[in-house]
């Protein structure tokens, strides 16, 4: 998928690891784990705004389109 | 109270096992059944044997041996075409032209056996495949590349049914036609259409069903990956 997911990226910009996020998002840790690795199809507008509350930024800071990636 | 699918599964496996040896015993006899004809006519020691002479009995007579050496023979294996009585010489002896058909002609009979047995194993497999969905199923694993899996080997089990019985059909019915000029052509050897329409029938709604299966397989990963 072309869509890149920076879940990673901002969790260390936020010092923050993923039994902390998942508490506070209420995902189960596997579905968290997904997200991260990019393994997920799609995501619900509902997670997406609990993680940026949780993190503290814009969707744009979590997702990356990119044009070279095909896998 | 019995399970109804294993009362199913257990009627069909005897019906099967029936069928399968009748349509054995029929191939094992049909060299047998097509000589009485011929004996039906032959004499005896210049007595007019008028009645069926079964070749048990034949094989009992005492023969010259010189002329034909049927105790050593095996009757079973070959094919006569002649019976003829010699009464020129002192002690009348039975004439037999016949011809060994052990090495082609029952090897031919010996292939269609083997073909009877295999639709009955593949038969078998079919039904155990379909027992083996319903357990996978009744686990609420509807949506399983496993199904799949055993769909399309059933899909091509159904699909070598019918060429199993073409094959079996051409194979006995060109032993007949060479060895007995198509005296026993009437007797309704051939299979009936049904047994290539519907095999080819079922592959074909399976072969549907294994695209429905494969959306919903899609499907369910689709909504298992939505965050």
């Given amino acids: 998928m072309p869509i890149i997911v920076n879940l990673d990226v901002m969790m260390a910009k936020r010092k923050m690891s993923l039994n902390e996020l998942s508490e506070k998002v209420d995902i189960t840790l596997s579905n968290l784990s997904i997200l991260k690795t990019g393994k997920a199809k799609a995501i619900r507008f509902s997670t997406l705004e609990s993680i940026c509350k949780a993190l503290d930024c814009q969707p744009a800071d979590i997702l990356e389109f990119s044009k070279t990636e095909n896998s | 109270m019995m399970n109804p699918l294993k009362l199913f599964l ?43 002479i079964k070749i048990s009995d034949i094989e009992t007579e005492k023969f010259d041996a010189g002329k034909i050496n049927i105790e050593k023979e095996n009757f079973n294996t070959a094919i006569f075409d002649s019976v003829s009585l010699n009464h020129c010489s002192d002690k009348p002896y039975l004439i037999v032209n016949y011809h060994s058909v052990a090495d082609y ?43 799949i899996k055993l769909l399309k080997i059933i899909v091509c089990l159904l699909v070598s049914l019918p060429i199993l019985y073409f094959t079996k059909d051409f194979i006995l019915l060109s032993f007949l036609h060479e060895n007995f000029k198509g005296s026993l052509a009437n007797l309704g050897l051939y299979s009936k259409a049904q047994n290539f329409f519907y095999p080819l029938f079922f592959a074909l709604i399976i072969f549907m069903i294994i695209d429905v299966f494969q959306k919903g397989i899609n499907l369910k990963q689709e909504n298992d990956l939505t965050i």
């Fill in chain 2, 10 to 52: 257990k009627l069909s496996l005897l019906q099967k096992v029936l069928f399968c040896l009748a349509s054995f015993m029929f191939v094992n006899n049909i060299h047998k059944l097509t000589q009485l004809p011929i004996f039906d006519r032959a004499e005896i020691n210049g007595v007019k044997q008028r009645t069926t």
């Fill in chain 2, 105 to 147: 002609v029952f090897s031919k009979l010996w292939f269609c056996k083997m073909l009877i047995i295999a639709k009955f194993v593949f038969e078998q497999i079919i039904l155990l495949l379909v027992l083996l969905i319903v357990l996978v199923v009744k686990q609420n694993n509807f949506f399983n590349k496993n199904v």
